[in-house]
């Protein structure tokens, strides 16, 4: 996933745990202690400028479930970033590299190797 992939309504959870909604160019903070970031400073691998990372999205919330969470956005403000996560659905999880020995590889590849660069 790109940052030019996140649209509106869609939840992102950053490494440090906390959750945030795409609204327009921001990423606004939904619980205390998040605030709002610019997505001028979300790399197009979606790292933020400052380390952190993006490691979840979600979709975008189900306009059908409004009724339940209310029309406007002030339920934004009372509601729990568990209650919104029940109107969505993860689409996407950072995946990070996996540690392995040159022995491992050989193994899976049957025969010797030698490593000559990055």
């Not at 970031?37 to 189900?62: A, F, S, T």
């Not at 406007?72 to 509601?79: F, I, K, Q, V």
């Amino acid at each position: 996933m790109k940052k030019s992939d996140l649209k509106t309504g869609m939840i992102v959870e950053l490494s440090d745990g906390y959750h945030r909604i795409v609204l327009g160019n921001s990423l606004m903070g939904i619980s205390d202690c998040s605030g709002g970031i610019n997505l001028r400073y979300v790399n197009d691998d979606l790292i933020l400028n400052y380390g952190e990372e993006i490691v979840k999205v979600y979709d975008e919330l189900n306009a059908n479930k409004e009724y339940y969470i209310g029309a406007s956005a002030g339920w934004l403000e009372r509601a729990t970033i568990v209650n919104i996560l029940k109107y969505t659905t993860c689409i996407w999880v950072r995946e990070e590299p996996k540690d392995i020995t040159v022995a491992e590889i050989e193994e899976i590849l049957g025969y010797k190797i030698k490593i000559v660069g990055e």
